[in-house]
Every structure is written in structure tokens, then in C-alpha cells.
């Protein structure tokens, strides 16, 4: 089982970068891949990059393409999510998951999940 605490969000204007940090409990976190959701009120949660267990396979939604970039250190049992030119569309709550071997990007593809941490981007 693992556990997973999201931290790094906060409120930025529109342009602005933030990285946000998810640190997984126990000593296999090479074995899980991680993948970064968002949820805007009103909306349904969404898939927005996910990381093989290595790191060595990334994949990421259409809308942050080329401005998000997602990381791990399996040494430090966390992983990222670079946030650059952040606009206010990508204003939500953003939570990190995790599951065995999973390639999945859909939120039942991942059984553990963060509490989530609010990211606000004012124009």
C-alpha cells in the first residue's frame, strides 16, 4: 500500500511557474506509476501527465503539453510536476495517484491517491 502527499500549490498569475512535489510512503515506489490529476469546481476530474515506475515513459493531456513536465526521484520516493506558463484554466485542485505497472490515464487506472493541493491562477 502506499500513501501520497501532494505539497507546492498555491496562488500565481497567469505566466507564472510552480512545481508541485508528491512524496510516496514505502520502498517500492519504483514499482508504481504516478500519475497527476486535476479538478476544477464544477468539473470532472482529469487526467494530466503520468510517469512510469523508472521514469523512462511520460505522457501528458493535449492542454499541457509543452508547459508541464513530469518527474521522479525513486531515491527520494517523489515525484513532480513542473508547472510552467500557467494560465487561469489550469486553476484546480491537483492530486497525485498511483498504482502498480499501471499506463492508464483515466482516475480508476490509479487505486491511491493524495488529498490534493489547490493551485489558483489569476489573470
Known amino acids: 500500500q502506499v500513501q501520497l502527499v501532494e505539497s507546492g500549490g498555491g496562488l500565481v498569475q497567469d505566466g507564472d511557474s510552480l512545481r508541485l512535489s508528491c512524496v510516496a510512503s514505502g520502498r517500492t515506489f519504483s514499482m508504481y506509476s504516478v500519475g497527476w490529476f486535476r479538478q476544477a469546481p464544477g468539473k470532472e476530474r482529469e487526467f494530466v501527465a503520468r510517469i512510469s515506475g523508472r521514469g523512462f515513459v511520460t505522457s501528458y493531456a493535449d492542454s499541457v503539453k509543452g508547459r508541464f513536465t513530469i518527474s521522479r526521484d525513486n531515491a527520494k520516493n517523489t515525484a513532480y510536476l513542473q508547472m510552467n506558463s500557467l494560465k487561469p484554466e489550469d486553476s484546480a485542485v491537483y492530486y497525485c495517484?498511483?498504482?502498480?505497472?499501471?499506463?492508464?490515464?483515466?482516475?480508476?487506472?490509479?487505486?491511491?491517491w493524495g488529498q490534493g493541493t489547490q493551485v489558483t491562477v489569476s489573470s
Open positions: 495517484a498511483a498504482n502498480l505497472y499501471t499506463s492508464g490515464s483515466s482516475a480508476p487506472d490509479y487505486a491511491y
